[in-house]
Every structure is written in structure tokens, then in C-alpha cells.
């Protein structure tokens, strides 16, 4: 693992106050089932495991803190509809629509019950468009609002400038049940908050597992002997030897503001907190900082490079200061990047790998509400349980093969640029 993506903390986790020190594995433990990877999936799989088996012992094993990971490196919208409609048929946005609502569903109960501070803001979210020519984009989100029957409100001109504040967007599609969070803080709590029979090892990273009917997780200063696995590890179980030929990384990069001052505070029209997506993302925060989101980058090996690392904050200032002038000295104390796990043609990879070993990943870039949902089922389906919902999640599993190196490099980044150059001017 390498620097660029995970030795700067995201800054939602910076400006949380500093957790406990980390439990460590050390030693050799055994247990039932052990759950590898503490973001969002893991977090929910192994509090479905450990809900449905009270007498039976769950490890969870994280390789930096809760939080620190992808999970707490977002965005922070809970996204409670189809995301990348253009690419799905109907029957397909449906099955994506029924996963993301119980997501968002089980992250409010668990939210509430367990009385997670972090800053749970239900506002809905703005897909919009700055450029006119792309606003077949927006007309092609409604068409499948519409066709799920979803609650949606076009926004343009007085109406969207009312919202956030600046004429610099063209037209927005306002999806009123999206949640926005601090997302480090979220699986924080969520991590406080497992059953008594999930025991966390953090700072603790899975080098190797063993195959056969018991299997050892094999860490640096220690391993667990147990029947089952369930990898939750998003594109970084293929340093584990897996799933190479069906999914890789890919980075994204955000950067998040001081508070607004008094003055920047008073200049600012529009609502006291909104969020925007599109090519660039972009979030006045309930706690007054802004979040800017943009840069999408192929990431075979994990790393971002410096160069481009160094270049991120002047890209997201910009970005800031050509909507908002008023904020043209707003410092951005945070500049991180983050990695999502892509497939060739959007499916997931949900179920069991071989016995004893299953796994849930491969949500390509929306994952707050979908990892939830699939980390909880992925604990059902694994002991035997059925749903419609588990038949949806199973149904959008199973990637196509991806092309070997150096084509799958070369055809990802003339992908790439194709995007940026259709949407240059969106940032
Ligand atoms: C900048 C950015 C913005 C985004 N914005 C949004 C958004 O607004 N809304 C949204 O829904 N999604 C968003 N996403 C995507 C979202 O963050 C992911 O889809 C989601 O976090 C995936 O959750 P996960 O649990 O599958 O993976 P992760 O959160 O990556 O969790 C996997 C964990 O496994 C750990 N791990 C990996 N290998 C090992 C090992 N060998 N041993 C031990 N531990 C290991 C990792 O450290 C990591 O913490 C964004 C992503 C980025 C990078």
C-alpha cells in the first residue's frame, strides 16, 4: 500500500477528534468467521454476522482505523438512487433501486439507534450540469426517476441559484432522500457500535490466506484459524491473489475547507447546506466547510503520483472560487484520494468465491448506501438466508473479464479522456 492514497487522512477523519489506540492482532486466535476489511461492507456484514450467530465469535480485521479507509474518504453522499443510469436497463435501475433505499435504510437505523454524531444531513442531493449541450445527461436521469416512479424536482435559473448560491450550474435535478454525512465519523460509530461478540483488530493488515476447509488469515504478528472468510476489501483483494482478471482501482480525489468565517459565512446566499454532483462534486457542509470532489484517475498499482497529488488542491480551489468569488481565501486544510473498485461493465462481485470464503465488493464509485446493503447480505446469503433483496444483489453480480495489461490500462484511460474531454467544462 502506498502513500498517495492512504498516508494523507482524509479529512474527514482529521477533524474528528483522535480515536482510541488501535487493538492489534498479535498471536495466533481462533475464530468463526473473520470479516476483512472495516469500511462500510465490512462494518455491516460483520454486525449481520454477529446479530445472527450471538454464541459464535467474529473478527473484524482492518488494515488502518475505521474510518481511515475509502469508507471515510468519500464524499459523503448516501446516494438513495440508481447512480450510471445510462449504462442499465430498467429491470436492472430497479434491483440497484431496492438495494440503495434499504442501504440508506439500514444506515439511518443504525445512525439513530446507536446515536452516531456525524452531521447526518437529509437535504437530498443536485446532480447538475454547468455546460448546456450535457443537459441530455440530466434529461436521461429524469426518464429513469420517472420509470421507478421516484420523487424528483428539475431545478435551473432563480429556483437552482436560490439553493447553493451561484448561477454557475446550468440545470439540476434535485433527489430529495439523499443523506449527506461525515462519513469518517459514520463508520466510527458504527465500528463503536458492533455486537459484543465482533472483536476489531485494527492496524492489522491480511497478507495471505490460506485455502482448505480451515483456513488461516495470516497477518504480520499473528493469525486467526477459521472455516469462514468474508473479504470486504474493495479493489485490494487483489493483492490477495483474487479476482485480478475482474476488477481494479481507481482513485478519486477530495479536498475539504476550514469553516466558513463570519464574513465568507454573511456573503453566501443560497441554503445553509447543500451537496452537488456531477463530473465535480461539490458540499457546503452542515458543520459550514466546503467539500470539493473532482479527479478520477486509473490506478493499476494503488499509487497517484505526486506530481498529480501536488496539482489536486489548485484544481479543487479553482473549482470553488470560479463558483463562489466570495470565498477566493478560503483555506482548504485537507487534500486526500481514495480508492474504488471498478468492473468492466459495472456489476459487483457478491456471494461465495469457494467454500468458506465469500465476498461482497465492486461498487464502482457509489458505495456508501450499496456496500452497506451488500455487506449485510452478503452475511445472510453466506448462512444459507433468502430474500428478493439477496436474489437483487446476486443478480447484478459477476463481472466480465477484463482485458489483460497493457490493454486494460490503455482502453481505461482513453476512456478517461474521452470523459474529460466531453466534459471539460464542468469543473
Ligand atoms: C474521493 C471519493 C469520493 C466518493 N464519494 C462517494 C459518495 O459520495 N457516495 C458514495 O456512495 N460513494 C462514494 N465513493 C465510493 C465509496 O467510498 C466506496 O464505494 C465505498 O467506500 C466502498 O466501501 P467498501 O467497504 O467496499 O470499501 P472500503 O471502504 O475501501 O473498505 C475496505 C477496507 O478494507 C481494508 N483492507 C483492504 N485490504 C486489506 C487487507 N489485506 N487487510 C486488512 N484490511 C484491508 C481497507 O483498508 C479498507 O478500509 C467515493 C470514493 C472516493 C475515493
Not at 452516531?116 to 437530498?124: A, L, Q, Y
Not at 434535485?174 to 449527506?180: F, M, W
Not at 504480520?220 to 484459524?225: H, S
Not at 468492473?343 to 456496500?371: K, N
Request: with cysteine; proline share 4%; glycine share 10%.
Amino acid at each position: 500500500m502506498t502513500a498517495t492514497e492512504q498516508n494523507h487522512a482524509p479529512g474527514w477523519y482529521a477533524i474528528l477528534p483522535p480515536p482510541a489506540p488501535a487493538r492489534r492482532l498479535t498471536g495466533d486466535e481462533v475464530a468463526d468467521w473473520v470479516v476483512v476489511g472495516g469500511g462500510v461492507t465490512g462494518l455491516a456484514a460483520a454486525r449481520r454476522l454477529g446479530e445472527l450467530l450471538p454464541d459464535k465469535r467474529i473478527v473484524l480485521i482492518e488494515e488502518f482505523r475505521i474510518g481511515y479507509g475509502s469508507s471515510g474518504r468519500n464524499a459523503g453522499f448516501i446516494i438513495d438512487t440508481p447512480h450510471l443510469t445510462e449504462q442499465f436497463d430498467h429491470a436492472t435501475n430497479l434491483r440497484i433501486s431496492c438495494l440503495v433505499l434499504a442501504g440508506l435504510a439500514e444506515l439511518e437505523l443504525q445512525v439513530r439507534e446507536n446515536q452516531i454524531d456525524c452531521e447526518w444531513t437529509p437535504h437530498g442531493h443536485l446532480t447538475a450540469v454547468v455546460d448546456a449541450s450535457r443537459v441530455g445527461g440530466l434529461h436521461a436521469t429524469v426518464a429513469m426517476l420517472e420509470s421507478l416512479g421516484e420523487t424528483y424536482e428539475w431545478l435551473e435559473g432563480d429556483a437552482l441559484a436560490d439553493v447553493i448560491g451561484t448561477r454557475h450550474y446550468h440545470a439540476a435535478v434535485l433527489t430529495p432522500r439523499t443523506v449527506t454525512i461525515n462519513p469518517a465519523a459514520m463508520c466510527r460509530g458504527l465500528g463503536q457500535s458492533l455486537p459484543e461478540n465482533v472483536d476489531v483488530f485494527e492496524e492489522t493488515c491480511v497478507r495471505r490466506i490460506t485455502s482448505g476447509r480451515s483456513r488461516s488469515v495470516v497477518c504480520d504478528d499473528g493469525r486467526i484459524d477459521t472455516p469462514n472468510v468474508l473479504l470486504t476489501t474493495n479493489a485490494f483483494i487483489t493483492r490477495l491473489g483474487l479476482l485480478k482478471g475482474e476488477v481494479f482501482p481507481m482513485i478519486a480525489c477530495a479536498s475539504l475547507s476550514r469553516p466558513l468565517n463570519d464574513e465568507e459565512d454573511a456573503a453566501m446566499t443560497g441554503h445553509r447546506d447543500w451537496g452537488i454532483t456531477g463530473t465535480a462534486t461539490m458540499r457546503r457542509t452542515r458543520s459550514n466547510r466546503i467539500l470539493a470532489r473532482f479527479g478520477t484517475y486509473y490506478a493499476g498499482d494503488f499509487r497517484l503520483g505526486a506530481r498529480r497529488h501536488q496539482s489536486l488542491l489548485a484544481t479543487h480551489r479553482k473549482g470553488v472560487t470560479d463558483r463562489f468569488p466570495v470565498l477566493a481565501n478560503l483555506d482548504f486544510e485537507h487534500t486526500w484520494a481514495g480508492v474504488f473498485c471498478m468492473t468492466r461493465d459495472w456489476a459487483t462481485h457478491f456471494g461465495r468465491l469457494e467454500p468458506g470464503l465469500f465476498v461482497s465488493l465492486g461498487y464502482c464509485g457509489v458505495g456508501l448506501a450499496r456496500g452497506t446493503i451488500s455487506g449485510k447480505l452478503v452475511a445472510e446469503h453466506a448462512l444459507g438466508g433468502e430474500s428478493s433483496l439477496i436474489d437483487d444483489a446476486a443478480a447484478l453480480s459477476g463481472p466480465a473479464r477484463l482485458p489483460a495489461q497493457p490493454f486494460l490500462a490503455l482502453g481505461v484511460e482513453a476512456r478517461l479522456a474521452s470523459y474529460r474531454w466531453q466534459s471539460r467544462r464542468e469543473w
